[in-house]
């Protein structure tokens, strides 16, 4: 007879799929392109807010480090609020829903 019971296995279980679950909202592609480009957004914005009247007359009067700044703040804090408002949903265990349904 086994040392473990039917309890421990299941419990086992569902520790193991809430990690992957975890690891899986951590590493969903949306978080890591929105945190670079906010980051990334917050450099270059600064860099166009300490823009000399030199480099701005280079880019033909247009301040282009803070437009391009700017939009990568956008771009970035919409990758978040997509990732916040629709969150990555758990693995479905087909093999295991089929069998809790044959029981």
Same mark, same amino acid.
């Given at each position: 007879?086994?040392?473990?019971?039917e309890?421990?296995?299941?419990?086992?279980?569902?520790?193991?799929?809430?990690?992957s !679950?975890?690891?899986?909202?951590?590493?969903?592609?949306?978080?890591?392109i929105?945190?670079?480009?906010?980051?990334?957004?917050?450099?270059?914005?600064?860099?166009g807010?300490? !823009?000399s009247? !030199?480099?701005?007359?280079?880019?033909?009067?247009?301040?282009?480090? /803070?437009?391009?700044?700017?939009?990568?703040?956008?771009?970035?804090v919409?990758? /978040?609020?997509?990732?916040?408002?629709?969150?990555v949903?758990?693995p479905?265990?087909?093999e295991?829903?089929?069998?809790e349904?044959?029981?």
């Open positions: 007879m086994s040392e473990y019971s309890r421990d296995v299941q419990r086992e279980v569902t520790e193991l799929e809430g990690k !679950a975890t690891a899986a909202r951590l590493f969903d592609i949306r978080r890591i929105g945190g670079l480009f906010v980051v990334y957004g917050i450099i270059i914005t600064l860099t807010l300490t !823009a009247d !030199a480099e701005i007359d280079k880019a033909e009067g247009v301040n282009i480090n /803070l437009w391009t700044g700017l939009g990568m703040l956008g771009l970035g919409f990758f /978040l609020a997509w990732l916040w408002l629709r969150p949903a758990p479905v265990d087909v295991r829903l089929a069998e349904d044959s029981e």
